[in-house]
């Protein structure tokens, strides 16, 4: 029955942003100045019905193919656009049909919009647990976003495995989500209103990171996340003292990674390129790479960057022959809020 729930609250219930009781949908990430032209230029009937929770619009996407599970209106799909160009494609999945109507009615008036000669984007219907149905070629894509969605999902270890299999080698899941700081009560996780407000889905983040290395993603990476603060009285009383944060995870398609951030002292050097980010290539929370300069790195980061969409933008220092232990830095802690570090260090390890 959550399908069926979560289709008519966003597709009957919403009319708009102003229409959530909490701000767990909302984009309170900020969207960073590079993409705020680009925003100006989607339509704004589509940008009316967002019910997104963060900013999932990774770099380096010029020509890349790129999917959109739960798609919704299709902001982040005609932002995305933009950024792939003619050469490249977007895929949006969405099982609401009031959605995807709003999605469709304004891909001509986008494509003129954008300078293109022929749309570079399109919409299917259907599930997101089950996306080995609608016929997309298993690793075909090189980046799939997703944005606030994955925690209304029924069966979120098959949305994760379904979107490693549709991966490219070296492809990555990148996506904004719900998290909590324990496992919800089936109180919580049942009541309609909670779920749709996507607080009711939200994973413990313990809980997800297995789901996450289950699916193939060996070393889940936190890029940034934030609080929600729960406002309305009723809301917070059903809750009790359950910590809720939207965070924004990137995952890897690579074989090579390890269980645990290992010192082959290897470094890189990261030599600028990524328009979004010229002087700093930011990888995640913990990982901001200054251009031009020694950066030490662990095994994983090194395969993340060796065998992704990223390594034209990079030097790459050492190889796997000495072992030298675990990196320094590395340690489990709670990912959030103040478990998480800055990015920025010299180096360090999530």
Same mark, same amino acid.
């Given at each position: 029955?959550?399908?069926?729930?979560?289709?008519?609250?966003?597709?009957?219930?919403?009319?708009?942003?102003?229409?959530?009781?909490?701000?767990?949908?909302?984009?309170?990430?900020?969207?960073?100045?590079?993409?705020?032209?680009?925003?100006?230029?989607?339509?704004?009937?589509?940008?009316?019905?967002?019910?997104?929770?963060?900013?999932?619009?990774?770099?380096?996407?010029?020509?890349?193919?790129? #999917?959109?599970? =739960?798609?919704?209106? *299709?902001?982040?799909? @005609?932002?995305?656009?933009? &950024?792939?160009?003619?050469? %490249? +494609?977007?895929?949006?999945?969405?099982?609401?049909?009031?959605?995807?109507?709003?999605?469709?009615?304004?891909?001509?008036?986008?494509?003129?919009?954008?300078?293109?000669?022929?749309?570079?984007?399109?919409?299917?219907?259907?599930?997101?647990?089950?996306?080995?149905?609608?016929?997309?070629?298993?690793?075909?894509?090189?980046?799939?976003?997703?944005?606030?969605?994955?925690?209304?999902?029924?069966?979120?270890?098959?949305?994760?495995?379904?979107?490693?299999?549709?991966?490219?080698?070296?492809?990555?899941?990148?996506?904004?989500?719900?998290?909590?700081?324990?496992?919800?009560?089936?109180?919580?996780?049942?009541?309609? #209103?909670?779920? =749709?407000?996507?607080? *009711?889905?939200?994973? @413990?983040?313990?809980?997800? &990171?297995?789901?996450?290395? %289950? +699916?193939?993603?060996?070393?889940?990476?936190?890029?940034?996340?934030?609080?929600?603060?729960?406002?309305?009285?009723?809301?917070?009383?059903?809750?009790?003292?359950?910590?809720?944060?939207?965070?924004?995870?990137?995952?890897?398609?690579?074989?090579?990674?390890?269980?645990?951030?290992?010192?082959?002292?290897?470094?890189?050097?990261?030599?600028?390129?990524?328009?979004?980010?010229?002087?700093?290539?930011?990888?995640?929370?913990?990982?901001?790479?200054?251009?031009?300069?020694?950066?030490?790195?662990?095994?994983?980061?090194?395969?993340?960057?060796?065998?992704?969409?990223?390594?034209?933008?990079?030097?790459?220092?050492?190889?796997?022959?000495?072992?030298?232990?675990?990196?320094?830095?590395?340690?489990?802690?709670?990912?959030?809020?103040?478990?998480? +570090?800055?990015?920025?260090?010299?180096?360090?390890?999530?």
């Amino acid at each position: 029955m959550k399908h069926e729930a979560v289709q008519d609250y966003y597709g009957k219930t919403l009319q708009s942003s102003g229409d959530l009781k909490t701000s767990a949908c909302c984009d309170g990430a900020g969207v960073p100045a590079v993409l705020r032209p680009l925003l100006s230029n989607i339509h704004p009937e589509v940008t009316e019905k967002y019910y997104g929770c963060g900013v999932t619009v990774p770099a380096a996407l010029d020509g890349a193919r790129v #999917l959109d599970l =739960g798609s919704g209106s *299709g902001r982040d799909c @005609y932002l995305i656009a933009q &950024l792939v160009g003619p050469s %490249g +494609a977007v895929v949006g999945i969405d099982m609401t049909d009031e959605q995807l109507a709003v999605a469709n009615a304004h891909i001509d008036w986008h494509t003129a919009k954008f300078g293109f000669d022929a749309p570079n984007i399109g919409f299917r219907k259907g599930y997101i647990e089950e996306l080995g149905a609608l016929g997309l070629p298993p690793q075909s894509f090189d980046v799939i976003v997703s944005n606030c969605v994955i925690n209304l999902s029924t069966d979120k270890p098959a949305v994760l495995k379904g979107a490693f299999d549709l991966l490219k080698p070296g492809g990555e899941l990148y996506f904004a989500d719900v998290y909590c700081d324990r496992r919800l009560p089936k109180t919580v996780r049942n009541d309609p #209103l909670l779920y =749709g407000e996507c607080l *009711g889905g939200a994973l @413990y983040w313990g809980d997800f &990171l297995g789901i996450a290395k %289950g +699916a193939g993603f060996a070393d889940p990476r936190l890029v940034d996340s934030r609080p929600l603060e729960i406002e309305d009285p009723a809301i917070a009383a059903k809750l009790g003292n359950a910590r809720f944060f939207s965070a924004t995870y990137r995952l890897f398609k690579i074989q090579d990674l390890e269980a645990s951030c290992e010192d082959y002292g290897q470094a890189v050097i990261y030599r600028g390129g990524v328009a979004e980010q010229p002087d700093r290539f930011v990888l995640d929370a913990h990982h901001a790479i200054e251009r031009g300069k020694v950066f030490p790195v662990c095994g994983n980061t090194w395969h993340m960057l060796k065998q992704s969409r990223f390594a034209p933008f990079f030097e790459f220092i050492g190889d796997f022959a000495t072992h030298y232990g675990i990196f320094e830095g590395c340690g489990t802690q709670m990912p959030f809020a103040e478990g998480v +570090a800055v990015a920025g260090s010299d180096s360090s390890c999530c």
